[in-house]
Every structure is written in structure tokens, then in C-alpha cells.
């Protein structure tokens, strides 16, 4: 007779009550345990009083979320000179008043954004191993696979028209300018590369040599646009759409970034070099989830309060 060989039962069952847990701190705890990231960056030119710009990235709104909204809404207690939201408000169609009432405080202050995959497009459910598969593959998003089909539409013309009447500067493939006490910043955006929208041949040119500062916008960190914006010569890229991995391995890091951005800055600040030029790129680990997948772990959900201070020299 064969013998049968197995994990003692005592084992089997430390095994899943330690799974529940760490699947219970995930979700209940650390996906709901917001923090906010403070970074300075060095890109104003010399003599130039610092600024303090606040980036909100990947809300993924649910309807019921009222701690993610509270927190939104005492963001505005940190009176930044002025906003960037870099896309991913929804992951509910029905969410819509909710992300403006929890980003109301804050459309009182100068703003600019982009959009993300879920502004338009409704989430699905997926096997999360899919990720690794596609880091595997290097197919990320809709790049080289076919258009969405089937896809729920989101009312992101909603939430465009609200951002708009605030006077917060649309980014989608176009260009913008925000003037704040003499100081004037241009504003350069793309639409989501993830979903194949970015259109760079409509904004190349690089900065503009008339404005104090130049900022590049981009919802998704895919290569094609951090390396474009920064042969052109921007100085800092703002992105976000990684989630920071979302589940990472504590002392490792992330596994996978959703793009074809190495996971070593899958969030926070670090450089790009393209073209002969650096820039400082900024990623943002975002403030949500996907409404399928609603746990964080070793990567809490944050928002961005970068100061930019003059450069040397």
C-alpha cells in the first residue's frame, strides 16, 4: 500500500487562520488607513518662494465609502496653492455626487487633472494573477489588445463639466496655464495611456519658455510617455494609476506596477532619463482600490503633499 503523505491538520489550519488575517488587516484595516506623503522637489527656478501643490490620484469611489470621503474632505485644511488630480475617481458608476462632495473643500482652490481607465469604463471582475501574467507577457492595459468591448460607461462627462465650472484646468491631450500671485505655470497633460488615448503629437514641444514653471500630467506612468515627456525637456512628470503595487511584500516591495514601469518606482519620487534629459517623476499610490479587489497591504493608500522649492543654481 502507498503511503499518504500530508500537512498535519493543526498545520493546514494555522495556515488558513494566518491567511484570514493578513485578507482581514488588508482589507478592513490598511485599505481604509489613509495617510498623506510629503516630498520637496527641487524644480523652481532660483529666488522662487516654494510651492505647495497637492496631488489626489486613483479615489476609486464607491458609493458607502464615508472615511475616504471625510479624509478627502480635510485635505483642503492643508491650503496647497493649488491641486493636480491625476485620474481613477470611480469605481462605481453611481459615484459620481459622491467623489464632488468629497473633493467640494478642495475645487475652492486652483486645480488641474487627467483622467484614468476608470473615469470612463466601469471595472471588472478579474483574477488578480492576471497582473503577473501580463508583467510576464508585457501586455499592460489595452496596449496591443483589442478595444474594450463590452465595457460599463461611466458618467465622466459629470465630472468633467463639475471640475470645469471650478475652474480646475482639463489635461486630456491639450495644454493649460494657472497663474498664482504672479507665478504662472504651464500645464501640459495627456489622456490615459493604459487605454491607448495619450495623444503626445497634439502637446510636443516641450516647455514653454514664457511660464516660471512647466509640469507634465499623465494618469498612467507608461514608458512611451515619461520618456517623451522628458526628451522634451519637462522638469517633473506627475502620475499615478500603480496603486503602489497595492500588495506588496513587506522589506520587497511590489510585485507588479500595471504598466511596463519598473517596480522600483512604482510610487513616490524618483528621476527619468530620456533624450539626453532627467526629470523628476512623482507617482502617486492613489487613495482606493478597485471596488473587486478592496485590500491594500504593506502599501497604505495615500495622497501627495509635494513642495517644490527653487533649484540650484
Same mark, same amino acid.
Given at each position: 500500500?502507498?503511503?499518504?503523505?500530508?500537512?498535519?491538520?493543526?498545520?493546514?489550519?494555522?495556515?488558513?487562520?494566518?491567511?484570514?488575517?493578513?485578507?482581514?488587516?488588508?482589507?478592513?484595516?490598511?485599505?481604509?488607513?489613509?495617510?498623506?506623503?510629503?516630498?520637496?522637489?527641487?524644480?523652481?527656478?532660483?529666488?522662487?518662494?516654494?510651492?505647495?501643490?497637492?496631488?489626489?490620484?486613483?479615489?476609486?469611489?464607491?458609493?458607502?465609502?464615508?472615511?475616504?470621503?471625510?479624509?478627502?474632505?480635510?485635505?483642503?485644511?492643508?491650503?496647497?496653492?493649488?491641486?493636480?488630480?491625476?485620474?481613477?475617481?470611480?469605481?462605481?458608476?453611481?459615484?459620481?455626487?459622491?467623489?464632488?462632495?468629497?473633493?467640494?473643500?478642495?475645487?475652492?482652490?486652483?486645480?488641474?487633472?487627467?483622467?484614468? =481607465?476608470?473615469?470612463?469604463?466601469?471595472? %471588472?471582475?478579474?483574477?488578480?494573477?492576471?497582473?503577473?501574467?501580463?508583467?510576464?507577457?508585457?501586455?499592460?492595459?489595452?496596449?496591443?489588445?483589442?478595444?474594450?468591448?463590452?465595457?460599463?460607461?461611466?458618467?465622466?462627462?459629470?465630472?468633467?463639466?463639475?471640475?470645469?465650472?471650478?475652474?480646475?484646468?482639463?489635461?486630456?491631450?491639450?495644454?493649460?496655464?494657472?497663474?498664482?500671485?504672479?507665478?504662472?505655470?504651464?500645464?501640459?497633460?495627456?489622456?490615459?495611456?493604459?487605454? %491607448?488615448?495619450?495623444?503626445?503629437?497634439?502637446?510636443?514641444?516641450?516647455?514653454?519658455?514664457?511660464?516660471?514653471? =512647466?509640469?507634465?500630467?499623465?494618469?498612467?506612468?507608461?514608458?512611451?510617455?515619461?520618456?517623451?515627456?522628458?526628451?522634451?525637456?519637462?522638469?517633473?512628470?506627475?502620475?499615478?494609476?500603480?496603486?503602489?503595487?497595492?500588495?506588496?511584500?513587506?522589506?520587497?516591495?511590489?510585485?507588479?506596477?500595471?504598466?511596463?514601469?519598473?517596480?522600483?518606482?512604482? %510610487?513616490?519620487? =524618483?528621476?527619468?532619463?530620456?533624450?539626453?534629459?532627467? =526629470?523628476?517623476?512623482?507617482?502617486?499610490?492613489?487613495?482606493?482600490?478597485?471596488?473587486?479587489?478592496?485590500?491594500?497591504?504593506?502599501?497604505?493608500?495615500?495622497?501627495?503633499?509635494?513642495?517644490?522649492?527653487?533649484?540650484?543654481?
Amino acid at each position: 500500500m502507498r503511503a499518504r503523505y500530508g500537512a498535519p491538520l493543526g498545520i493546514t489550519a494555522g495556515i488558513t487562520a494566518v491567511g484570514a488575517a493578513g485578507l482581514a488587516y488588508a482589507a478592513g484595516f490598511e485599505a481604509r488607513s489613509f495617510r498623506l506623503r510629503r516630498v520637496s522637489v527641487p524644480v523652481l527656478p532660483p529666488g522662487a518662494e516654494p510651492l505647495r501643490v497637492l496631488q489626489v490620484s486613483d479615489i476609486h469611489m464607491v458609493s458607502g465609502q464615508r472615511k475616504k470621503r471625510h479624509w478627502l474632505q480635510k485635505l483642503a485644511g492643508l491650503r496647497p496653492d493649488f491641486v493636480v488630480n491625476t485620474g481613477d475617481n470611480l469605481s462605481d458608476p453611481e459615484a459620481v455626487p459622491e467623489v464632488l462632495d468629497a473633493l467640494g473643500p478642495l475645487l475652492d482652490f486652483p486645480g488641474t487633472y487627467v483622467f484614468g =481607465s476608470n473615469d470612463y469604463y466601469g471595472p %471588472k471582475l478579474r483574477n488578480p494573477a492576471r497582473y503577473l501574467l501580463e508583467k510576464a507577457s508585457g501586455r499592460h492595459g489595452l496596449n496591443g489588445n483589442p478595444p474594450v468591448v463590452g465595457a460599463v460607461h461611466n458618467p465622466w462627462e459629470e465630472l468633467r463639466d463639475a471640475f470645469d465650472a471650478a475652474g480646475w484646468i482639463g489635461l486630456s491631450n491639450t495644454r493649460g496655464r494657472l497663474k498664482l500671485d504672479g507665478f504662472e505655470i504651464a500645464l501640459t497633460g495627456l489622456d490615459d495611456p493604459h487605454i %491607448k488615448r495619450d495623444r503626445y503629437a497634439k502637446v510636443a514641444g516641450g516647455p514653454e519658455t514664457d511660464a516660471d514653471l =512647466s509640469l507634465a500630467i499623465v494618469h498612467a506612468p507608461y514608458l512611451r510617455s515619461l520618456d517623451a515627456f522628458t526628451a522634451d525637456g519637462y522638469p517633473l512628470i506627475l502620475a499615478g494609476h500603480t496603486h503602489g503595487g497595492q500588495v506588496c511584500i513587506p522589506f520587497y516591495g511590489a510585485l507588479v506596477t500595471n504598466c511596463d514601469l519598473d517596480t522600483e518606482r512604482v %510610487k513616490g519620487l =524618483s528621476t527619468h532619463r530620456a533624450g539626453g534629459n532627467r =526629470s523628476y517623476l512623482h507617482v502617486s499610490a492613489g487613495c482606493g482600490t478597485n471596488r473587486y479587489t478592496p485590500i491594500r497591504f504593506a502599501c497604505p493608500p495615500e495622497a501627495t503633499l509635494l513642495t517644490l522649492t527653487p533649484r540650484e543654481g
